[in-house]
């Protein structure tokens, strides 16, 4: 088992910066793949953005180059760096691991963490 507990959701003005902060324990060093999700009132759980263990990542159109994503080498903490935001943004923001158990792919999943981008 995987247990995350995300951190570091607020109220930010547009155009500010935010960090989200994921703290993961248990079963870690097997996993192969840490990420981003939201989710806003009204839609459909979406990507924000993924990094392997090997520290490749990808992001969602909407936040390429305005977000970061990053790990520590334990891949006990996954960061979000949030720039430039917009209103758009305000969402629901999930911490999401990822690892093998034999053949069978398992998913975990934090509780959530606000972020509102308002003025």
């Known amino acids: 088992q995987v247990q995350l507990v995300e951190s570091g959701g607020g109220l930010v003005q547009p155009g500010g910066s935010l960090r989200i902060s994921c703290a993961a324990s248990?079963?870690?060093?097997?996993?192969?793949?840490l990420g981003w999700y939201r989710q806003a009132p009204g839609n459909e759980r979406e990507l924000v953005a993924t990094?392997?263990?090997?520290?490749?990542?990808k992001y969602a159109d909407s936040v390429s180059g305005r977000f970061t994503i990053s790990k520590n080498a334990a891949k006990s903490r996954v960061f979000l760096q949030m720039d430039n935001l917009k209103a758009e943004d305000t969402a629901v923001y999930y911490c999401?691991?990822?690892?093998?158990?034999?053949?069978?792919?398992?998913?975990?999943w934090g509780q959530g963490t606000q972020v509102t981008v308002s003025s």
């Open positions: 999401y691991a990822g690892r093998f158990v034999e053949t069978d792919w398992r998913a975990f």
């Open positions: 990094i392997t263990s090997g520290g490749n990542a």
């Open positions: 248990g079963t870690i060093s097997d996993i192969v793949l």
